[in-house]
Nanobody, 120 residues
Framework: QVQLVESGGGLVQAGGSLRLSCAAS????????MAWYHQAPGKQRELVAA???????NYAESVQGRCTISRDNAKNTVYLQMNSLKPEDTAVYYC??????????????WGQGTQVTVSS
């Protein structure tokens, strides 16, 4: 099993910045993709940004140019730097990790979520 511990959420004014972190630990074999999703009240969970093991990134259109995802493979940690935050960014942010297992398949893990609230 892989455990994910998120940190960095909080309350910020519109236009402000936050940096989310997610550290993976436990029975890690070989982490492939790492990503951040968010879920606003009454809405489905949506991808915010993802990064592959080789550093290729992908962003939701709504955060393009405002957010940067990065990872430290040595620390099994993924980060999300969020700038120019808007009230519509308010949501619970979840870390996602895809780990290659010894059988050749993959296992998917989710963090517990961290609240981000942007006030206007």
């Amino acid at each position: 099993q892989v455990q994910l511990v998120e940190s960095g959420g909080g309350l910020v004014q519109a236009g402000g910045s936050l940096r989310l972190s997610c550290a993976a630990s436990g029975s890690i074999f070989s982490i492939k993709s790492m990503a951040w999703y968010h879920q606003a009240p009454g809405k489905q969970r949506e991808l915010v940004a993802a990064i592959t093991s080789s550093g290729i990134t992908n962003y939701a259109e709504s955060v393009q140019g405002r957010c940067t995802i990065s990872r430290d493979n040595a620390k099994n940690t993924v980060y999300l730097q969020m700038n120019s935050l808007k009230p519509e960014d308010t949501a619970v942010y979840y870390c996602y990790v895809q780990d290659r297992n010894m059988n050749g398949g993959v296992s998917n893990y989710w963090g517990q979520g961290t609240q981000v609230t942007v006030s206007s």
